[in-house]
């Protein structure tokens, strides 16, 4: 098994910045042939992409070799997908979505992990407002909504999307995850989010664990933090 520690990041990462898809399958299929969990290529992922990022704001990447990255790791992420498919079930209702934000890389992660451990979500789309996630969450009948950010403007407006949804008679348990949520761990409390996911695989736990403890468990105080971004 391959150590998260382990990961072969800078490679990676190299491989990225040059527009080098054959290398970075190459890492992609060796970590997998050794390691079989998807978990371990999603954190590959996006912590390559978290530098990358960085690396733009600190003005020593070009927008083209974020925007590339990306593409990279989405054709790659597709690939492996597949590989877990099983029987979907069709209870709880749970929706996906990116508030205000276009940036939709974590947001594809979490869909397909889910969608792999046989959860037929909907997604609603990127670049969403909050009236839009609340209209949509209402009519969809939504027991669960998983909130993806990239800036913590976004992230802050959160608030206003679990506020609305309570007003409009909502009990839907709302999941936030992103950027923001990773740089502050108290955020999603702040936010009044019930939940706080740092990758697909820990969604799909949170999922796994409301469907046992029944839709009035509450997962305040739980360590769980989406990933998107």
């Known amino acids: 098994m391959v150590e998260k520690r382990n990961l072969p990041i800078d490679d990676f990462l190299t491989a990225l910045l040059h527009i080098d898809r054959i290398k970075a399958a190459e890492i992609f299929e060796h970590i ?10 999603e954190h590959l992922t996006m912590e390559t992409l978290e530098r990358i990022g ?12 974020v925007y590339m990255s990306g593409i ?20 709880p209702q749970i929706a996906i979505a990116v508030l205000l934000d276009n ?20 997604d609603f789309g990127q670049g969403l407002s909050v009236e839009e996630v609340v209209e949509k969450t209402m009519k969809e009948k939504i027991d669960i909504l998983l909130i993806s950010t990239l800036m913590l403007p976004s ?15 909502s009990s839907a348990s709302v999941v936030v995850g992103g950027a923001p949520f990773r ?47």
């Open 72 to 91: 990279i790791c989405e054709e790659l992420i597709e690939q492996y997908i597949p590989k877990y498919k099983i029987a979907f079930k069709n209870k």
């Open 103 to 122: 940036h939709a890389l974590g947001k594809r992660i979490v869909y397909s992990v889910l969608r792999a451990g046989g959860y037929d979500l909907i």
């Open 183 to 229: 740089l502050d761990s108290n955020l999603w409390q702040k936010v009044n989010a019930d939940a706080d996911g740092k990758n697909g695989t820990h969604v799909k736990e949170i999922i796994e664990k409301w469907e046992k403890e029944g839709k009035n468990h509450e997962f305040h105080g739980a360590s769980h933090n989406i990933n998107e971004s």
């Open 32 to 41: 997998y042939k050794d390691d079989r969990s998807f978990e371990t290529l």
């Open 54 to 65: 960085d690396g733009w704001e600190d003005g020593q990447l070009s927008l083209s070799q």
């Open 155 to 169: 992230a802050l407006k959160v608030k206003k999307v679990v506020e609305s949804l309570r007003k409009e008679g």
